[in-house]
């Protein structure tokens, strides 16, 4: 079973960034996304990018966040830039759209505060 291990998380200020990355033990799926939960919230789908490059993003990450992928390396990215307090929340990548989800590696926490 593949696994996920989730990184590049932290403490930031706002209007910083962070990249995180995301590193299966094996062939990810054709389209990968990355998800976040904040605190007492539902987990929420943030953006998601196919094996070809073609990205989506949610409106509230739109212009900020990049999704991107290594095919050779099994490994998804996330660059956040102009961060804000609202983007505080537990990290996670996993396939997406529809896709059977891999299960769930333990997040990477990011916390935006000055």
């Known amino acids: 079973q593949v696994q996920l291990v989730e990184s590049g998380g932290g403490l930031v200020q706002p209007g910083g960034s962070l990249r995180l990355s995301c590193a299966a033990s094996g062939s990810i799926g054709s389209i990968m996304g990355w998800y976040r939960q904040a605190p007492g919230k539902q987990r929420e789908f943030i953006a998601a990018?196919?094996?070809?490059?073609?990205?989506t993003y949610v409106d509230s990450v739109k212009g900020r966040f990049t999704i991107s992928r290594d095919n050779a390396k099994n490994t998804v990215y996330l660059q956040m830039n102009s961060l804000k307090t609202e983007d505080t929340a537990v990290y996670y990548c996993?396939?997406?759209?529809?896709?059977?989800?891999?299960?769930w590696g333990q997040g990477t926490q990011v916390t935006v505060s000055s």
């Open positions: 996993n396939r997406a759209y529809g896709a059977t989800a891999l299960p």
């Open positions: 990018i196919s094996s070809g490059g073609t990205t």
